[in-house]
């Protein structure tokens, strides 16, 4: 067979369509080269917010800072408190919502009190857990806060309790956001990275408007009756993983452990909080296979809680998220909400450790406590066997302070309940109450050794360092062998 003639060459484009292809090249280019322009330019003058902004008043903490002291550093996120700085032993960083706060309580009986005290017997060096827990915030706002906390200070670990609030930002931005959806949403979100879309969004489209109920006060979630569907609770959790994620990278950035709990709720309260008729079916179900399969009705329990409309917790969704994040990035997973779950009917806890659907009693605090210290030993690579360490029985001492806000105490005109009555208002976060109640007890001649612990206790939040230390240090004097009040001393400085 001969060979074949190799064909011909393609004659040249017409040159006007060249020149098109010349135009639309440059048109391109010049158009990146705008918008390249434009990005750098809003990054480098740019007024916008960093984050899209929530209609929720209570979600705005992009502002906070930390900011310096003699000798310390304030830190103005949750309970706004001081703390030495240079930190003199191990400090713990935990990260969360007003459950990590520990809402309704005085901070030495939260959660990181009882991690505080816990650590305290299983370390030798002086141990600070340093609670930044952010009533009302959700992930996307704790983002920062971590972000700015790790900026200003580098701790031994973190922890992030973090799942309660995820819905609702979406469930408001709903409510006063017309034509709102949840595709929609996340577009907004994916644009919100560059600056210039945020620059331009500012100007062109006004933000959304804030969640009023009462313009006298902030709104709550128990107000917000607008339900969330399932395309709604999928973005929750999309952006839930998504922000646990960005928490964990900010840490292990700076070289710190992390450990990423689960968050345990008052699964038993969502019977109460206006099931849907889907979930009352599921709730029938579960009850029905209670009887003879234990895991099937759990899981047929968790399937209703999963579709909650108005959630006032964290979805039980959360869970698996923070094992997939944990494993895949090398934290150490804490799964508190199993734990608080033992020996409880079908593994779900209740009322025994919740004072509502999410807020932990004084008892659920220690337990969640407890288990958290195990892990951030773990952590920091020192594995040891933890024991509750329950507050003094002292209901005088403000650390032994475990009744809630509400409580009111009848003032008898005696000393004891002039220090009772100042642990009352730190509950209540009202501080210049509270000193002037110790200030009465004084006068009445309270105990010297009590008296003090309370006061240097107090000053931690009145970001009165000096104060805190010197009366710190004149409890340790008068209260000798006492581990906490010594601890409390050691993690402040005092000599």
Request: contains cysteine.
């Amino acid at each position: 067979m001969p060979p074949l003639d190799p064909p011909a060459p393609l004659p040249p484009p017409p040159l006007r369509v060249r020149r098109a292809a010349a135009r639309l090249g440059f048109a391109t280019l010049a158009v990146l080269m705008v918008a390249g322009g434009a990005e750098g330019a809003a990054r480098l003058w740019g007024r916008a917010p960093a984050q899209a902004p929530s209609p929720l008043p209570f979600q705005d903490v992009a502002k906070e800072r930390v900011t310096g002291t003699p000798g310390g550093r304030v830190w103005p996120f949750g309970r706004r408190r001081v703390a030495a700085h240079p930190k003199p032993g191990v400090r713990v960083q935990l990260f969360g919502e007003s459950a990590a706060e520990g809402d309704g309580y005085v901070p030495f009986v939260a959660m990181g009190g009882a991690m505080e005290r816990a650590l305290r017997r299983a370390l030798s060096s002086p141990v600070d857990v340093l609670d930044l827990g952010t009533p009302g915030a959700g992930s996307r706002q704790i983002v920062e806060v971590v972000r700015t906390s790790l900026a200003a200070e580098k701790p031994d670990a973190v922890v992030l309790y973090v799942g309660n609030n995820e819905l609702h930002e979406l469930r408001a931005l709903k409510t006063v956001m017309p034509g709102y959806s949840a595709h929609e949403e996340l577009l907004r979100r994916r644009l919100w990275r560059s600056y210039a879309y945020r620059q331009l969004a500012t100007w062109l489209r006004p933000a959304p408007a804030p969640y009023v109920v009462d313009p006298r006060r902030w709104p709550t979630i128990d107000q917000l009756g607008t339900p969330a569907d399932a395309d709604d609770r999928a973005l929750a959790m999309y952006f839930y993983e998504e922000n646990l994620r960005a928490m964990v990278a900010a840490a292990q950035a700076t070289g710190v452990p992390v450990v990423v709990s689960t968050v345990a709720v008052n699964e038993r309260s969502v019977r109460r909080q206006q099931p849907t008729a889907e979930q009352l079916a599921l709730f029938a179900e579960s009850d029905r296979l209670a009887k003879t399969d234990g895991a099937a009705a759990q899981a047929k329990y968790r399937e209703a809680e999963a579709l909650a409309e108005r959630p006032l917790q964290a979805l039980p969704q959360t869970r698996a998220i923070a094992a997939r994040v944990a494993a895949e990035t090398g934290a150490t997973l804490c799964d508190v909400a199993t734990a608080l779950g033992e020996g409880q009917p079908l593994g779900l806890p209740g009322d025994e450790s919740f004072d509502d659907a999410c807020h932990p009693s004084a008892a659920g605090h220690l337990a969640i406590g407890t288990h958290l210290a195990a892990c951030v030993l773990d952590a920091l690579g020192q594995p040891a066997a933890v024991a509750p360490a329950p507050p003094p029985r002292d209901d005088r001492r403000l650390d032994a302070w475990t009744s809630r806000r509400e409580v009111d105490v009848l003032d008898d005109s005696t000393a004891d309940a002039a220090l009772r009555r100042g642990n009352t208002f730190v509950a209540r976060k009202q501080l210049r109450e509270a000193a002037a109640a110790y200030t009465l007890a004084e006068g009445r001649g309270a105990d010297p050794g009590v008296l003090a612990l309370n006061r240097g206790l107090l000053a931690l939040y009145q970001a009165d360092l000096a104060t805190a230390r010197s009366q710190l240090a004149a409890a340790a004097h008068a209260l000798p062998g006492d581990v906490d009040v010594a601890g409390y001393a050691a993690a402040v400085g005092a000599e």
